[in-house]
């Protein structure tokens, strides 16, 4: 019997986790999946440097796990991807390993690096989140690359869905990722409108200002807080 080379042979539940997720590429899947169902290409679009061959192959894993969910419809060429309700519980395991990197694996975007507008939008907000005490209730609409983003907070947690506002949002932020991300990280505020009521418009500009104080780039390239 050929032993699965990712089979760890042991009792712990932390092994048995890894054993379905812990491949290079499938927690980054399942990272870009909870925001919504994708279609193959959106994920290709997200997943910077994977090949279309892996992807599949993770795919396929994450189906025969009960993870993701293929909806494929007869006559309709387009497949559309999407997490199970466990692929779903993997939500604050990913939001807990962003802020992880975030506090000890964290550098500035790097020149020609892959940057997508979700990944930017949840960096924003773990770093709110780590800098700040700020709890109150909103509704941030982003529009970056012609794409509609909602971070919303109920005043206990933020979520990010890739849709537009379904009522008047306090914030509306139109921009290109680039754009965004030199606003966020070196207060350029080149090609970023942002249009709200007074009062909203102030408490997000201030909630933006915290970012830089949380981290900062290290001389040798590794991150580190302050």
Known sequence: MTRNVRTYDHFCLVARALERVGDRWTLLVIRDL??????FTDLMERLGGITPKTLSQ????????G????????????????LTPAGADLGPVIDTLGQWGLQHAWRWPQAGEPLHAEHLLRAIVQGIDLAT?????????FRLDGTDY????????WSLTAKTAPAQADVTITATTESLAAYVFARADRDVDITGKPEP?????????????TVRPAEDGQGETT
């Open 67 to 82: 993870i993701v969910a293929a909806d494929r419809e007869p006559g309709r060429r387009e497949v559309w991807y999407h």
């Open 58 to 65: 993770r795919l396929r894993e994450l189906e025969d796990n």
């Open 150 to 157: 909602l971070l919303e907070s109920d005043g206990h947690q």
């Open 34 to 39: 909870l925001t919504g169902a994708k279609r």
């Open 201 to 213: 418009l102030q408490r997000f500009q201030h909630l933006i200002s915290t970012l830089p104080a």
């Open 133 to 141: 005490a700020d709890h109150e209730p909103t509704r941030w609409h």
